[in-house]
């Protein structure tokens, strides 16, 4: 990370299904003109944690972005987690 604002900055993130954490203690930060990678062996929660930072999946923890919400929802002063979003039922 480089001493640029950020655009996304996820802190403390916890992501869990049930009693299971899947996600454990994760912070990054994604500045202007950075790409950010996550790896890690199958299994590991990478899709879990961006599921989670999209606000598909509950999470503890803070998700701040520097624009429109990933949710779609207005702003507001103190929001630094979207609420997870209602899933579509599948027919």
Do not use: C, W
Request: avoid cysteine; hydrophobic fraction near 40%.
């Amino acid at each position: 990370m480089t001493g640029a604002p950020q655009l996304l900055h996820v802190s403390d993130a916890h992501v869990a299904y049930g009693k299971v954490e899947a996600v454990r203690a994760v912070s990054l930060g994604v500045g202007k003109n950075e790409i950010v990678t996550i790896i890690g062996a199958n299994g590991a929660g990478k899709t879990t944690l961006l599921n989670a930072v999209m606000g598909i999946l509950p999470l503890k923890g803070r998700v701040t972005f520097a624009g429109p919400r990933p949710d779609g929802r207005a702003k507001t002063p103190d929001a630094g987690r979207a609420e997870p979003r209602a899933r579509a039922a599948h027919r």
